[in-house]
């Protein structure tokens, strides 16, 4: 079975093609022949080893997780529900760089038949964080919102969720103008380029001076201090990442809260054993959008299995909207 595997941190160079033996599930565990490997910006940092979560330690060599779309090839002991054939999609923290992935059986999620592999990627993990991080932010109808990275991968799911869900104003950032262009296309009321000295003023400006509910965090260093200021009476900062390598993952002053702030955190797997009930409802709702066409799931290229370090280089550049997708089928 072919893999793209690491044995260094480094550039995208150090990922590379080898052979390897077929894994085989074990007690709670599936296989699945992969259709479809979504490219994640956090993959590019654990490559180069500043990914900032305590639950990354690689063992050399590596291969790397991201959200799956495919059948399934076998089944390990104690698993029911699902059989050989089935259609599914998981996210896993390694292992996802290959033909065929084994996971753990509790994170699938159903793939209908009729969704393109590459598109239908999101429901794993990808829009389940983009509709988790609204949820845990206590999105209200009527709210402004705030979403940085509005064009990624999560972003630019984030920006029609947050439509969908009833924001009356979305703030959308981009470092690019194509990038806010797209954020634009997809529903966002007001594009910002984050890269500029002055843009939580055009963010409060855009609010009539209020403030937004809402900001969805996922960039790290100052960005988040500014996102505090930027908050209304009673606003709410998500943070469920720190995609700015060269940024510090940041502490929060308290004395930023007395003016009725809320600060709280997400973690996709923290939220699906925490809150099932809610994780269920919105993976059945992202499913019904994307079956529908009322949610755009954005694939930017669709490279080989073995075009991941050019996966990667696409991903790094930060120059492109949605997402980059491996399809081994491409091979």
Known sequence: ????????????????????????????????????????????????????????????????????????????????????????????????????????????????????????????????????????????????????????????????????AGASLVVATAGSASKRDFALSLGADVAVDYTRADWAAEVRSATGGRGVDVVLESIGGDVVEQGLDLLAPGGRLVFFGSSAAELAVPTVPLMKLIGLRYVTGFALSAWRGGRPDEYREVLDELTSRLLDGRLRSSVHARLPLTAAARAHELVESRAHPGRVVLVPGLD
């Open 1 to 164: 079975m072919r893999v793209m595997q690491f044995d260094s941190y480094g550039g995208p160079e150090v990922l590379v093609a080898a052979d390897v033996a077929l894994p085989q599930p074990g007690p709670g565990q599936v296989r699945i022949r992969a259709e479809a490997i979504s490219v994640g910006y956090a993959q590019t940092q654990m490559r180069r080893d500043v990914f900032p979560a305590p639950m990354w330690r690689p063992v050399f060599p590596v291969v790397l997780g991201g959200d799956v779309v495919g059948r399934i090839t076998g089944v390990g002991d104690d698993v029911t529900g699902v059989c050989v054939g089935d259609r599914v999609g998981a996210f896993t923290l390694y292992g996802a760089y290959a033909e065929e992935v084994v996971v753990d059986a509790a994170t699938l999620v159903p793939v209908p038949e009729s969704l393109d592999a590459a598109e239908a990627a999101v429901l794993p993990g990808t829009g389940l964080i983009a509709g988790g991080v609204l949820r845990t932010a206590l999105l209200r109808k009527g709210d402004a919102v705030l979403v940085h990275a509005a064009a990624g991968g999560i972003g630019h799911l984030a920006v029609q969720l947050a439509k969908a």
